[in-house]
Structures are given as structure tokens and as C-alpha cells.
């Protein structure tokens, strides 16, 4: 029996439906969301990504400005931006496109921006907070992965979970956020000796690393829920011999879907639902600025 599509273009709609009540809501008591996004230099791919922003805030009600710096511009200066950001009373969230030019380190710019108004949940202490199992905002891909698996009813508890890339923004918080869950953890990397067995008899299955095909059919479980992170270009000839381009992940779908239980399309997946996240934490960030919720509950 073919698997189950999570389709994320929908979850995401309805987290998107959530996410603009909830921010008219705050309006309503005069307390506005505003999301201000720091990009340095003249990336093409930052500025297709700001513009794509702008047009998502809007449509939930999200006030978004960009601030651009110039490309020779100074960690120094960098830092001061953020700080100034940091302590605008009318700035509820704080955006850094990336990448950086060279010379401006990334982690340590994430680190300047203040926990509270971090909407990517980039900043070392966040995601430290969610070591301790009381996350202010988490990375938004881990979140989106989580909210993927929830769709289907599965519980994690007790369930063996293979997550296939240790980034620090995707694959180890998302492996926290799991295991505060009681799911039984492995965390594969490039040095695991046994990356297919890790996959062949969990009950669930992330692959984030980047490399279109990577699981096949024989490494999946039978009626295990596989979540594909993964984002790649690979060229194809179309029918008519024409060269051109496709994206797919990093789970070869046409081979998983006949034995896994539940699978994420690419693209309609963890992309869509990623940038819900990130509307959804934009809204958290202002509710934590506004006082209308507290860091750790309570």
C-alpha cells in the first residue's frame, strides 16, 4: 500500500490562518507585530528571499521591514545594528539573512540578537533553552518537522526516530525536541558506521543532509513516517530531450512512498511548512515583547 502524503502546503495554510488571527488579535489591543530583517551586502538569493517575506508578512498582518548594510560593513557595526534592534521597544522580531560576506561571522551575529525578538531561533541560547526542555523559540525547520510528524496522530513517545544530519539548526535541536518528547533517539552524522541499519528499523525517519536519492527503499521500515528536509536542484531530460532542472529532496520518493506509512513530498513539504514556523514564532516573539506571554510559561 502506497504511504500517506503530509502534505505541508496545507498544514501550513491552516498554521498561516492561526498565526493572522492571532496577530490581529494583538493589533486589536494595540500591541503590533513587527518583524525588522538585517541584510548585509547584495546577495541575489537574500533579496529574493526578503521580497518573498515581505509578501507572507503582510498576508497575516505582520509589519516587515528590511534594512540593508553595506557589504564592507564591520562585525562592529553589524553588532551595533543588531543591539539597536534589540532595543527598539516597536521591534517585536528580529530577521539576519544569510549568508554573511566574508569576514562577518554568522553565529556570532545570531548570538547578539536578543532570545526573545529571535524569530529564526538561531541564537545559541535558544536553542541551549531547549537542552532544558523550556524552549523559548526553536529553529523553525525543527519545529516544522515536529509539526509534520504530529499531522499524521503518530505519537513519538516510545517510538524509535532516526534523524539523518546533525546540523546545529536542524538535526540536533530537532533530536532535543524529540527526545523531550520520550522518543528514543539516534542521531546519524558523517562518522555513523551504520547509517542504513539506524534507518531500517526506526519508526520514523528525518533525512536532512542534502543529497538528492539518499534513502531508498531498503532502508525504510515498513510503515515508517519519513520526513524528507533535503532541497535539490538535479538537472533531468524532459520528454522532449530538453535539459533542465528539478527539485527533489533527499528520499528518493518513487521508491519510499510504496513502503513507508507516511511521507513528505519535495517541494509541498518541510518547505512550506518552514516558513509558517517562522510566521508562527514571528507572532511568539511579540507576544513575549508585549508581556501577553511569559519566556517559560506561568
Given at each position: 500500500?502506497?504511504?500517506k ?11 498561516r ?29 537574500a ?125 540536533r ?14 542521531l ?50 524532459d ?60
Amino acid at each position: 500500500m502506497a504511504a500517506k502524503i503530509i502534505d505541508g502546503k496545507a498544514i501550513a495554510a491552516a498554521t498561516r490562518e492561526r498565526v493572522a488571527a492571532g496577530v490581529a488579535e494583538l493589533k486589536a489591543a494595540g500591541k503590533p507585530v513587527r518583524l525588522v530583517a538585517l541584510m548585509v551586502g547584495d546577495n541575489p538569493a537574500a533579496k529574493v528571499y526578503a521580497e518573498n517575506q515581505t509578501k507572507t508578512c503582510a498576508a497575516v498582518g505582520i509589519e516587515y521591514e528590511l534594512r540593508t548594510l553595506q557589504a564592507s560593513t564591520s562585525e562592529e557595526s553589524l553588532w551595533h545594528a543588531i543591539h539597536r534592534l534589540n532595543e527598539d521597544p516597536t521591534v517585536t522580531g528580529i530577521f539576519l539573512h544569510s549568508p554573511l560576506p566574508n569576514g562577518l561571522n554568522l553565529q556570532e551575529a545570531q548570538y547578539q540578537i536578543d532570545v526573545i525578538k529571535d524569530v529564526e531561533g538561531v541564537n545559541p541560547a535558544n536553542i541551549g533553552h531547549v537542552v532544558y526542555g523550556h524552549t523559548i523559540i526553536a529553529p523553525c525547520t525543527a519545529l516544522a518537522v515536529m509539526e509534520l510528524i504530529d499531522s499524521t496522530g503518530v505519537s513519538v513517545k516510545g517510538a524509535d526516530v532516526t534523524v539523518v544530519g546533525a546540523s546545529r539548526i536542524v538535526g540536533r535541536p530537532l533530536s532535543l525536541l524529540l527526545t523531550e518528547r520520550n522518543a528514543t533517539v539516534t542521531l546519524c552524522h558523517i562518522d555513523t558506521k551504520d547509517t542504513a541499519g539506524a534507518c531500517k528499523k526506526a519508526d520514523v525517519v528525518v533525512v536532512a543532509v542534502g543529497k538528492p536519492g539518499l534513502l531508498r527503499a531498503g532502508h525504510v521500515k515498513p510503515g515508517a513516517i519519513v520526513i524528507d528536509v533535503g532541497i535539490n536542484r538535479v538537472k533531468i531530460t524532459d520528454a522532449f530531450g530538453k535539459v533542465t532542472e528539478k527539485t527533489v529532496g533527499d528520499v528518493d520518493f518513487e521508491e519510499v512512498k510504496d513502503v513507508a506509512g507516511w511521507i513528505t513530498p519535495v517541494p509541498g513539504g518541510v518547505g512550506p511548512m518552514t516558513v509558517a514556523i517562522l510566521l508562527r514564532n514571528t507572532l511568539r516573539a511579540a507576544r513575549l515583547v508585549h508581556g501577553v506571554e511569559k519566556p517559560f510559561g506561568g
